[in-house]
């Protein structure tokens, strides 16, 4: 099994910036694909980015890859997301997730075997 415990989260001002990080404990070497996923209150959960741990293949939600950059320490078992130039409409409860079996649908929340317990971003105006 594998545990995910994320961190980073708080609240920032318009234009502001915060980096998450999601520490992964466990079985490390069943993971394949790690992502990002956020919740805003009364909204559906959304993906946000991932990566394949193994050949470090990014991918990001279309509207967020300007803005968003997910990366993977190896190393460490950690990941990241920086949050640059956010926006109120970011708000949401952010949650890491991983995946042992990579089917092609990274967005696709119920693909993912094992979810840490989210991080909140607040973005006041």
């Known amino acids: 099994q594998v545990q995910l415990v994320e961190s980073g989260g708080g609240s920032v001002q318009a234009g502001g910036s915060l980096r998450l990080s999601c520490a992964a404990f466990?079985?490390?070497?069943?993971?394949?694909?790690m992502g990002w996923f956020r919740q805003a209150p009364w909204k559906e959960r959304e993906g946000v980015a991932a990566?394949?741990?193994?050949?470090?293949?990014?991918f990001y939600a279309n509207s967020l890859q300007d803005r968003f950059t997910i990366s993977h320490d190896t190393a460490k078992n950690l990941l990241f997301l920086q949050l640059n130039s956010l926006k109120p409409e970011d708000t949401a409860m952010y949650y890491c997730?991983?995946?042992?079996?990579?089917?092609?649908?990274?967005?696709?929340?119920?693909?993912?075997?094992?979810w840490g317990q989210g991080t909140q971003v607040t973005v006041s105006s």
């Open positions: 990566v394949l741990t193994r050949g470090r293949t990014k």
């Open positions: 466990g079985s490390i070497n069943s993971i394949y694909c």
């Open positions: 997730a991983a995946d042992s079996v990579y089917t092609g649908l990274w967005y696709e929340d119920g693909n993912y075997d094992a």
